[in-house]
């Protein structure tokens, strides 16, 4: 079953404080693991990624952490701030080929209060 | 801004009805790939196109065809539309290779009545 199960549904922060989000995957095959956020009205938009042999990624503000023998991963945001308010998908790509597929989780609802 | 751009944004069709989705990739990206986005859900990826050819499909049944032309653009077919197909489509370009990244359109919000 190729699934990506997201935690948690819903997220307050008070500003500055840390977002935590994580994921967990079942198939092993998966080869790349990005994170999108995405606005109401709007189309996912990519933040970071990475790849399943490294296991800690930083980019600003945003970090993925990724375990690969207890296959999870998740996201950190620092200093949140009430523009990072948006839904927070993981997701995980398969690759055969030419093909890649991506598979996401549920995602999460981040509310970042001033 | 993604470069990828989806027309309509937004449609209304009836029950039974058979619509169409366009989407322009990204330019250099060579792969398209459509998601149905329900209200409150993660994508859900329907197909995709490398090479004019569709070479992945979700769980999605047959009515659900596309198309991908030598521009690298994109479009969508539903037939015999359902109530159920009320959703978020999203187009995706990528360009083939390990480790590369999908940039999504803005979407095409369907509704079906």
């Known amino acids: 079953q190729q699934q990506v199960k997201q935690s948690p549904q819903s997220l307050i922060v008070q500003k500055g404080g840390i977002s935590i989000i994580n994921c967990a995957y079942e198939n092993t095959a998966f080869d790349y693991f990005p994170w999108y956020q995405q606005f109401p009205g709007k189309g996912p938009a990519l933040l970071i990624a990475?790849?399943?042999?490294?296991s800690e990624k930083k980019e600003g503000r945003f970090t993925i952490s990724f375990n690969k023998s207890a296959k999870q991963f998740s996201l950190h945001i620092m200093d949140s701030q009430p523009g990072d308010s948006a839904t927070y998908f993981c997701?995980?790509?398969?690759?055969?080929?030419?093909?890649?597929?991506?598979?996401f989780g549920s995602g999460t609802q981040l509310t970042v209060l001033p | 801004e993604t470069g990828v751009t989806q027309s309509p944004t937004h449609l209304i069709k009836t029950r039974g009805q058979q619509v169409t989705l366009r989407c322009s990739s990204q330019?250099?990206?060579?792969?398209v790939s459509w998601y149905q986005q329900a209200l409150g859900q993660g994508p859900q990826f329907i197909f995709q196109y490398y090479r004019e050819e569709e070479n992945g499909r979700g769980n999605f049944p047959p009515r659900f065809s596309g198309l991908q032309f030598p521009n690298y653009s994109s479009e969508l077919n539903v037939n015999a539309l359902e109530l159920d197909d009320s959703a978020l489509y999203l187009c995706?370009?990528?360009?083939?290779?390990?480790?590369?990244?999908?940039?999504f359109g803005q979407g095409t919000r369907l509704t079906v009545v």
């Open positions: 330019s250099g990206h060579n792969t």
């Open positions: 995706a370009s990528s360009l083939v290779g390990v480790n590369t990244e999908a940039f």
């Open positions: 997701a995980a790509i398969l690759s055969s080929g030419s093909a890649r597929q991506l598979t």
């Open positions: 990475i790849r399943p042999d490294v």
